[in-house]
């Protein structure tokens, strides 16, 4: 037990080397930007461009990560793809909650406010399974500025909830991308700038 504890801080620091990069906010972000969109055109179904970020994942760790960082102190090429896996099976199952509770709202909860205040309960439902998922995200990669991230959503779906009228769910989708996105896009020039490939190559 006492080894497995030892080992935690040093696959702590490889998750964060690993993904000081940015690239799971910059994807993430734009699922949801895609997701928001697909609600204000009142789609049926989520758009299979929606899907297109979380497929392209793989080769932006490989072309703007391991080319910078390599392969061999992350345990080799299989570690690193269930770790991609993992964050995009994490996507997945975002967009199909949130598909089946607010775009297609399956079960009826957003007609089934069960609180006598308050606009779209769509909000809330969307800022809580976003919430959850960063949760996830800090606790399970772990990257503990998902943290910040996950309290942000559900705030964000509180307030929206609040004061947004019906049928704005996409406000808070847009919102919650692009709180994500920006942090996402400074990392990435922050990574790039301390990493420059000329210089790895030199």
């Not at 989520?46 to 899907?51: N, P």
């Not at 920006?182 to 030199?202: A, C, E, H, N, T």
Request: proline share 4%; charged share 15%; net charge positive.
């Amino acid at each position: 037990m006492s080894e497995k504890n030892n080992l935690l801080p040093a696959r702590e620091e490889l998750m964060r080397i690993f993904h000081q990069d940015g690239i799971i906010e910059i994807i993430t972000g734009a699922v949801l930007l895609n997701f928001g969109f697909d609600l204000l055109n009142q789609n049926r179904l989520t758009s299979l461009f929606t899907y297109i970020p979380i497929i392209l994942l793989t080769s932006m760790k490989t072309q703007v990560t391991i080319s910078r960082l390599g392969i061999d102190q992350f345990g080799g090429e299989k570690k690193i793809r269930n770790w991609n896996l993992a964050v995009a099976a994490g996507l997945v199952m975002m967009l199909l909650l949130l598909n089946a509770t607010v775009l297609e709202d399956m079960l009826g909860l957003r007609s089934a406010n069960p609180l006598p205040f308050g606009g779209d309960f769509g909000n809330l439902i969307a800022g809580t399974i976003m919430a959850l998922l960063c949760l996830a995200a800090a606790y399970f990669i772990p990257l503990k500025r998902f943290f910040y991230y996950a309290l942000g959503a559900f705030l964000a779906g509180i307030v929206s909830f609040l004061l947004l009228p019906a049928g704005n769910v996409h406000f808070l989708l847009f919102f919650c991308a692009l709180a994500i996105l920006v942090p996402g896009i400074k990392l990435m020039v922050k990574f790039s700038r301390s990493y420059p490939l000329d210089q790895i190559k030199k």
